[in-house]
């Protein structure tokens, strides 16, 4: 089913954010993503149980220390990686699965893509056209 992400591209305004979704929305049906890495640990510090995603259009070899030992950092546990579907590679799943972190991929806007991650192990798709996806598994 389909569910909302939140990008948060400007920092400042976590705390709001995640009143704001958690008074609006049920928690099974949204995440907080963003590229800066700083918003998402702030996300994470102020509610624990606010599911987070960190969203990036690079290549990683290993994750980021602040996600693969979050308790080094005072952390508790990322929920997603958030990679754009051009780097979704079968390593950075084996990285996703070991350190028990989902895999939200973006923005996977035809057929052929959407195949390939779902086949590679994306857990989630986000696409500016659900209604070309919606009959597909």
Known sequence: GAWLDIEIKVPG????VIELAHRHLDPARFVI???RARSVREIKRLSPTTPAG??????????PR?????EKFGLPPLEYLCPHHSVLTRHLVK???????GL???????????RRVRERGA???????????ARLK
């Open 104 to 114: 939200i991929t973006w923005t996977v806007n035809t057929p052929a893509v959407f």
């Open 13 to 16: 305004i976590e705390r709001q």
């Open 66 to 70: 602040w996600i693969s030992s979050p």
């Open 33 to 35: 993503t963003s590229f």
């Open 123 to 133: 857990d989630v798709v986000i696409t500016n056209f659900p209604d070309r996806f």
């Open 95 to 101: 990285m996703a699965r070991k350190g028990g972190l």
């Open 54 to 63: 960190w969203l990036f259009k690079r290549t990683l070899l290993t994750l």
